[in-house]
């Protein structure tokens, strides 16, 4: 499809989706949540892409939720059948099998930092803040926030930040294990894409095997886990990046991988 409200684009191996509605302090609407499922796909099925990012344009805000402006004309049909798009779409950030990064550009609230909760990890620029309000307006945290806040900071430490919809900055969610790295402004991209050579110069069939064994591993009790990750090691094991792996180390080059 064609994109109005993000951006797609790509450099090297890495994928980059930026939701695009800077005005709208990039809220998420539905044509936005129907772009973002689009986008998904469209990096999935390209085996050229081996990581993606996911950011925003402007340097105010990552993604600050719903569209209330949007909603608030709504009948309560058309909330309802937006709100299944939404868990959609929230469930496809969360469930991408390839690693996806959030490059946090500003404010990351409720679906917004939702979003960047279901990356597989996040790098903040300082301008950058997050928070769970939707208690205040008498909803609870709809887009996997009740689940993967737990699973990231922890139980009580969520449960704090959830019934109190406190705002934190950039610098108190790195103190607290919820964002890996914290840059100024003007170096988010330069820090991200840093990163993002680093883990697409790997294995691509590897990097999503490894984030299947740690996602759905940390579910299980420890024997199901290690047969779980002996299973994907199998699946690499069978590929010709594998075979192209030692052979490139034997002969003291870089590798050439290509996704199978």
Known sequence: MEYQNIKLTREGHVAIMAINRPGAMNALSTQTAREILSALEEMELDDNVFAAVFTAEGDKAFC???DLKERKNMTREEMKKQRALFVRTFTAVAEFPKPLVAAVNGFALGGGCE???GCDFIIASEKASFGLPEV???????????????RVIGRN?????????RRISARDAYKIGLVNHVVPADQL??????????ITKNGPVALQQAKRSINLGLELELHTALALEA???NVCLATEDRDEGLLAFNEKRKPV???R
């Open 64 to 66: 600050v939720g719903a």
């Open 115 to 117: 979003f960047a909760l």
């Open 136 to 150: 205040g307006l008498a909803i609870i945290p709809g887009g996997g926030g009740t689940q993967l806040m737990p």
């Open 157 to 165: 430490l969520a449960k704090e930040l959830i019934f109190t919809g």
């Open 189 to 198: 991209m330069e820090k991200t894409m840093e990163i993002m050579r680093e």
């Open 231 to 233: 299973e994907c090691y």
């Open 257 to 259: 991988y290509k996704g």
